[in-house]
């Protein structure tokens, strides 16, 4: 098999490439290293891969590189046109940080990008065509589980574009056939997480035995996945029928103070929480009900919380 990851040396993406060349599959992997945090860890991400032949490492920004003139070696059509299957993961991430001026970026990376990427998929035929999205096209709903004929009410700028993807890749395949899937990620957690995210974040005070800044009073709960049962449902997607949109969740609900006594319990040490209002975009609750992904494609997380903060608690302390 063929792919195409886009996105390929970010925390899922990096996950899900080695996992498809541990498979024996051809990988053509697109990143453009932007800064949104330091490119010299997305490249720590691609180590592994880039040992193995099987995989090629296209640098570019997808837009630039959907240009009519972009050599014809590079172009993304001609990428597109030698793949099975696209595994659609770039985008700007963040739901704080895609309030005000940043907007432009959210709606390009994951507006756009997503756009010009259907085009040329639609345009030269693959077996199928995978689009990441998130829980956070539900928004702040007291409505648990989320199940996915809910109302969507983005409670975020990120959100809104999430949505927007979402939809335009159910466009493609409701009036063009194209073999499209989405998927609604749900806190995903695990070795090489975001050094934005919660769970890095909360790891890296303990281990320099700082207070982990907490927004709310902890009461807030959520679905946690790790990112191995989230490569899991990925790679098991293509088989759902072309427009379906599917949950990717850990399988239960656990509210933050839950979950610090957890870490505290996994790193052996004393958990030291310091306070601060809740955040704009952030939302109160997310649960997801997994019942269509296990019917359509089988899925069923496999990792629980406790052996996931292990895993990602022993990288960190070995690249700290």
């Given at each position: 098999?063929?792919?195409?990851?886009?996105?390929?040396?970010?925390?899922?993406?990096?996950?899900?490439t080695d996992r498809l060349l541990e498979l024996g599959n051809e990988v053509v992997g697109i990143d453009s290293f932007d800064d949104y945090?330091?490119?010299?860890?997305?490249?720590?991400?691609?180590?592994?891969?880039?040992?193995?032949?099987?995989f090629t490492l296209v640098e570019g920004d997808l837009l630039d590189l959907a240009r009519p003139d972009a050599a014809c070696t590079g172009s993304l059509r001609e990428i597109i046109s030698a793949a099975?299957?696209?595994?659609?993961?770039?985008?700007?991430?963040?739901?704080?940080?895609?309030?005000?001026?940043?907007?432009?970026?959210?709606?390009?990376?994951?507006?756009?990008?997503?756009?010009?990427?259907?085009?040329?998929?639609?345009?030269?035929?693959?077996?199928?065509?995978?689009?990441a999205s998130s829980s956070s096209v539900y928004g702040d709903t007291d409505m648990l589980p989320m199940d996915e004929e809910a109302a969507c009410r983005p409670y975020s700028p990120y959100g809104v574009t999430k949505l927007a993807g979402e939809n335009l890749a159910r466009l493609y395949a409701r009036n063009f056939g194209m073999p499209a899937v989405v998927l609604r990620f749900f806190t995903v957690y695990g070795p090489r997480q975001r050094p934005d995210m919660a769970f890095h974040r909360f790891i890296r005070a303990v281990l320099e035995d700082r207070d982990i800044e907490v927004f709310g009073d902890g009461s807030q709960t959520r679905d946690f996945t790790f990112v191995g049962d989230i490569v899991d449902g990925i790679l098991a997607a293509p088989a759902a029928p072309a427009g379906s949109v599917m949950n990717l969740g850990g399988g239960c609900r656990v509210s933050l103070a839950e979950t610090l006594d957890v870490l505290g319990s996994v790193m052996g040490r004393e958990v030291r929480i310091k306070r601060s209002p809740?955040?704009?975009?952030?939302?109160?609750?997310t649960w997801a009900s997994v019942t269509r992904a296990r019917e359509l494609?089988?899925?069923?997380?496999?990792?629980?919380?406790?052996?996931?903060?292990?895993?990602?608690?022993?990288?960190?302390?070995?690249?700290?």
């Open positions: 098999m063929r792919a195409v990851v886009t996105g390929c040396a970010g925390f899922i993406g990096s996950s899900l945090y330091a490119p010299s860890a997305k490249r720590d991400n691609l180590a592994g891969a880039l040992r193995d032949p099987a099975d299957h696209v595994y659609h993961l770039a985008a700007q991430p963040g739901v704080r940080e895609s309030w005000g001026r940043t907007f432009e970026s959210y709606a390009r990376n994951n507006v756009l990008a997503t756009q010009v990427l259907l085009e040329c998929a639609k345009d030269v035929g693959v077996e199928s065509f995978v689009c809740v955040q704009a975009g952030d939302v109160r609750d494609i089988g899925y069923e997380p496999k990792v629980d919380l406790a052996a996931g903060l292990d895993a990602e608690y022993r990288w960190l302390a070995s690249i700290a």
